[in-house]
């Protein structure tokens, strides 16, 4: 429907009148070496934290893109104290995102002003927009589901950060929703778009270190974000929400609890319900490409066994410490620890090669591993020209993006899972094909409850 100021709008337009002869430039018709209107993809972004705004620019500095709408909770017009930012990201928010993005088409040599992007608070009218081909979903965990469904409802194609989801049944929904309506989804576990990533995988496809029998994760918690939640005593009162934050659809589907300025921007991710702490952070770069590597995209472990420390907090219910053991249908078994070097080892009965993440720099046990050139008749997988243009290239061509939706909720539901085992403190077994487990007490925490109204 439309209302009177949508109407007035296009009345304004369409009776413009055309006292001079329009000048088009050549740009605007693909001259020049620049893409033509009929060949750029237009996109909204959804979520403008650190995040959100990193790939904001990403998409920015493509040439046959245009970024057209703006959406989120926070204004970026009030206290940032009160929001506790994450130390180095002050300037979070709509407003600032808005100058991001001019200064970001400056560097690209294109002159933008503050009325050449809609801004939005709801994300339900950015994708009621016509005009919007793709969306970017940056926002915190527990909103992704719900927004990438919406997304896919509404036709557009969507760039959505990693984990996928926030919950199992939530990622099929996503799947599913996807998939009905023929859209494009690229996860944001962008590890898998490094080029060196994606050459260790041939080195063990092609039998360099032999016959890949076990995979080793790390995923350390010794930055100071995590000294600080091992110290947190509170307490966490109440306090204020802050000016152009607008707390109860930044909640959305989450339980309702006071403001309290821990709870929100970049620390929910230590909070269970919005988030799933290293496990599900970190977690859906280095798990993902233990799934990659043992060309168990489609599938899962069968067996997962995890043990952890949980903060002790008033507020931060992640864990901090654990181990875990996944055992996959071939044979194959997944180890993993929140200590070493970031990233996963690849240990055949031949030799190992380690990733390092984030970079994807390669270790092995021999160096002349390293060396080896892939011959023509052996196993090759695409090379990526970047995670962003390769959703962008997928977009155009309709064909899956390297992390596609169910990539990433098969790499997402490990993380949840290891999370409920230890919860549950009880190993799981799992059938990856019918996504169910033989326990009740784990199928039971497979989809979160939401709040009214939200649900899926």
């Given at each position: 429907m439309m209302n009177r100021r949508t109407f007035l709008k296009s009345l304004s337009c369409s009776i413009g009148v055309a006292t001079a002869p329009v000048i088009i430039p050549g740009s605007a018709l693909g001259k020049n070496g620049a893409v033509a209107p009929s060949d750029r993809i237009v996109i909204g972004c959804i979520g403008l934290g650190g995040q959100g705004t990193h790939n904001m620019r990403a998409f920015i500095n493509q040439p046959d893109t245009e970024i057209r709408a703006l959406c989120d909770v926070d204004e970026g017009v009030g206290d940032f104290d009160m929001l506790y930012q994450e130390p180095g990201n002050r300037d979070a928010g709509l407003q600032p995102a808005v100058e991001k993005a001019i200064d970001a088409y400056k560097n690209r040599g294109a002159v933008k002003k503050p009325a050449d992007f809609s801004t939005f608070i709801d994300f339900r009218e950015l994708l009621a927009r016509q005009d919007i081909?793709?969306?970017?979903?940056?926002?915190?965990?527990?909103?992704?589901?719900?927004?990438?469904?919406?997304?896919?409802?509404a036709g557009k194609d969507i760039y959505c950060e990693k984990p996928l989801v926030n919950s199992v049944i939530e990622g099929r929904e996503v799947c599913d929703a996807v998939q009905q309506h023929n859209r494009i989804l690229q996860t944001g576990s962008h590890e898998r778009s490094n080029n060196s990533v994606r050459y260790a995988y041939e080195l063990v496809a092609n039998g360099r270190i032999g016959t890949l029998k076990e995979i080793h994760v790390n995923m350390p918690n010794s930055d100071d974000h995590h000294m600080t939640l091992r110290q947190d005593n509170g307490p966490h009162p109440e306090m204020p929400i802050p000016k152009g934050?607008?707390?109860?659809?930044?909640?959305?589907?989450?339980?309702?609890?006071?403001?309290?300025?821990?709870?929100?921007?970049?620390?929910?991710?230590?909070?269970?319900?919005?988030?799933?702490?290293?496990?599900?952070?970190?977690?859906?770069?280095?798990?993902?490409?233990?799934?990659?590597?043992?060309?168990?995209?489609?599938?899962?472990?069968?067996?997962?066994?995890?043990?952890?420390?949980?903060?002790?907090s008033k507020l931060f219910d992640c864990f901090i410490e654990y181990k875990f053991e996944c055992r996959y249908k071939n044979g194959l078994k997944l180890f993993g620890?929140?200590?070493?070097?970031?990233?996963?080892?690849?240990?055949?009965?031949?030799?190992?090669?380690?990733?390092?993440?984030?970079g994807g720099r390669l270790e092995a046990s021999n160096p002349d591993i390293l060396k080896s050139v892939i011959g023509p008749n052996e196993i090759h997988t695409q090379y990526s020209p970047g995670h962003h243009r390769n959703f962008l290239d997928a977009v155009k061509s309709r064909k899956k993006a390297i992390a596609h939706e169910e990539i990433g909720h098969r790499t997402a539901t490990i993380c949840h899972l290891l999370n409920i085992g230890m919860l549950l403190n009880k190993p799981i077994s799992w059938d990856p094909v019918k996504e169910i487990s033989t326990d009740d007490a784990v199928n039971k925490m497979l989809k979160r409850p939401m709040r009214s109204p939200w649900r899926l």
């Open positions: 081909d793709a969306v970017t979903v940056c926002t915190p965990d527990h909103w992704h589901g719900l927004i990438s469904i919406a997304a896919a409802q934050f607008h707390y109860d659809l930044w909640l959305g589907p989450a339980s309702w609890a006071p403001y309290t300025k821990k709870r929100a921007h970049f620390w929910w991710r230590f909070i269970l319900e919005t988030g799933g702490g290293e496990m599900t952070d970190r977690g859906a770069h280095i798990i993902d490409l233990a799934q990659f590597m043992n060309d168990a995209d489609d599938s899962g472990p069968i067996t997962l066994e995890a043990t952890g420390e949980q903060v002790k620890t929140s200590e070493g070097d970031r990233g996963l080892k690849l240990v055949g009965d031949q030799g190992w090669i380690f990733i390092h993440i984030h």
